[in-house]
């Protein structure tokens, strides 16, 4: 089941896309749970505490109060990470939106049901390969599936390596960096210390010797790590837009 918001305050676009949307589905055989909201304050305030329960929020860049573009922004700062689809009447609002990571727009006033498709199905695409991002880690105990996406950096202290997720909490795993590393490495995850590794998805900034996560976390970079971490950095920023 792929969970979809759909926001607008103007009932007539409401209803249409709603109704476009199910029709997709139906006709791709996609199985999808939709809510729909009428304003920015009421979608924030429903994801407030799940926001990654929902896999693709459909808002609307102009509305009253809470606009489209700051209600994408507080999700991201609430900790959501699935996909963002702008409705919009013009694409000049594209440049304000670039902090949100939208993944696409759709231009309201054409109705364009081409380019809604073509949006729909990427989208789902997407989704999937977004669910599919996760490794088994097996120990003589106990063999257990992570889910990566949620995943903001990964310690390593003694004999334990610990995991940091978006909400707060913490999961220990009995394994090594080393090989969770190598197994890692080709989501997005690079290694930039001795005892951590960070998901590049919530890097904000970094220089030689630290790298600032978007949730205010602060992580060291170790001088055996310097001089590739940029080059890694990017490689892996540029094989994310080629994809």
Do not use: W
């Not at 102009?62 to 489209?68: F, Q, V």
């Not at 590794?197 to 600032?212: A, D, G, H, L, P």
């Amino acid at each position: 089941m792929i969970n979809i918001c759909l926001c607008d305050d103007d009932l007539n676009y409401l209803n249409y896309y709603s109704t476009k949307i199910n029709e997709l589905a139906d006709i791709y055989h996609i199985p999808i749970m939709m809510e729909t909201y009428t304003s920015g304050e009421s979608l924030t305030f429903e994801l407030e505490d799940n926001p990654n329960r929902i896999d693709i929020v459909i808002i609307d860049i102009i509305m009253k109060k809470l606009n489209g573009i700051e209600a994408g922004q507080l999700l991201r700062k609430f900790g959501y990470t699935g996909i963002i689809i702008f409705l919009t009447s013009s694409k000049e609002y594209a440049l304000d939106s670039f902090s949100v990571e939208p993944f696409n727009y759709l231009i309201k006033d054409l109705r364009d049901e081409e380019q809604l498709k073509g949006t729909f199905l990427r989208a789902m695409m997407e989704v999937e390969k977004k669910r599919k991002k996760s490794i088994m880690i097996s120990s003589k105990q106990t063999n257990k599936l992570i889910k990566l996406d949620n995943i903001l950096y990964i310690e390593s202290i003694g004999k334990k390596v610990i995991l940091y997720n978006l909400s707060g909490e913490k999961e220990e795993l009995n394994t090594t960096l080393n090989s969770l590393a190598e197994k890692i490495n080709e989501y997005g995850f690079i290694r930039c210390h001795k005892s951590y590794i960070v998901n590049t998805t919530y890097i904000s900034s970094f220089n030689k010797s630290e790298c600032s996560l978007k949730q205010g976390i602060t992580i060291p970079i170790g001088r055996k790590y310097s001089s590739t971490f940029k080059e890694n950095y990017l490689k892996n920023e540029l094989d994310h837009i080629l994809l």
